[in-house]
């Protein structure tokens, strides 16, 4: 069975920085791209960022490019999210999400992602 368990989030202040992982197993796939969502109440689900399965290609949303780093290290089967520079509309959950189907790309659509971690809570004071 597939699981994607994540670590990180909580409080940070606007400005500040903050880093989540996403640490996927129990599969039986050679390779997988990543994705990271957030959804602040109220709001849709929202793409932030994703990676191929060789980090080759990596994909930003518009309102956080230029200040989060999504990387990968796949003997650890991790990936991260480094939040920079961090505003208070960063508020939401996050969610990690994997989809099997890709290898070098990785896609912004949220409905890609068979399967998804449970999803953690950043807050940013401001």
């Known amino acids: 069975q597939v699981q994607v368990v994540q670590a990180g989030g909580g409080l940070v202040q606007a400005g500040g920085s903050l880093t989540l992982s996403c640490t996927v197993s129990g599969h039986g796939f050679s390779s997988y791209a990543t994705g990271w969502f957030r959804q602040a109440p109220g709001k849709e689900r929202e793409f932030v960022a994703a990676?191929?399965?060789?980090?080759?290609?990596?994909y930003y949303g518009d309102s956080v490019k230029g200040r989060f780093n999504i990387s990968r290290d796949n003997s650890k089967t991790t990936a991260w999210l480094q939040m920079n520079s961090v505003k208070p509309e960063a508020t939401a959950i996050y969610f990690c999400?994997?989809?099997?189907?890709?290898?070098?790309?990785?896609?912004?659509?949220?409905?890609?992602?068979?399967?998804w971690g449970e999803g953690t809570q950043v807050t940013v004071s401001s």
């Open positions: 990676i191929g399965w060789t980090a080759q290609h990596t």
């Open positions: 999400a994997v989809d099997f189907t890709k290898r070098y790309a990785a896609s912004y659509a949220y409905g890609a992602y068979a399967n």
